[in-house]
Nanobody, 120 residues
């Protein structure tokens, strides 16, 4: 597994979760220069981009999560994080991390992701 996401779970609407994604040793040496993204796939839907953090720390967000989610990274630990506040039932999805490119390509294999379930 190249990318391991964790931190998901069941939470009530309005609650918070913090997701973490760590790069494996096989890719850790090239992690720091990568722009990283958090993605999610709701049940029965396509995978979508949630947030991006560049190698320099600039961030962008999907409109649906702007103001509620915060992406960060710790290059020393080879980790990216997604702090999710004010969660809504529509945030229910499997969350993944991977590299981000405007061309839509991904550098690494998708991991299993971490399931976030928000109850109303």
């Amino acid at each position: 597994v190249q990318l391991q996401a964790s931190g998901g779970g069941l939470v009530q609407a309005g609650g918070s979760l913090r997701l973490s994604c760590v790069a494996s040793r096989s890719i850790s040496s090239v992690f720091n220069p990568k722009n990283m993204g958090w993605y999610r796939q709701p049940p029965g839907k396509e995978r979508e981009l949630v947030a991006v953090i560049t190698s320099g720390g600039d961030t962008t967000y999907a409109d649906s999560v702007k103001g509620r989610f915060t992406v960060s990274r710790d290059n020393a630990k080879k980790r990216v994080y997604l702090q999710m506040n004010s969660l809504k039932p529509e945030d229910t999805a499997v969350y993944y991390c991977n590299t981000y490119s405007a061309s839509g390509t991904y550098d690494w294999r998708w991991g299993q992701g971490t399931l976030v379930t928000v109850s109303s």
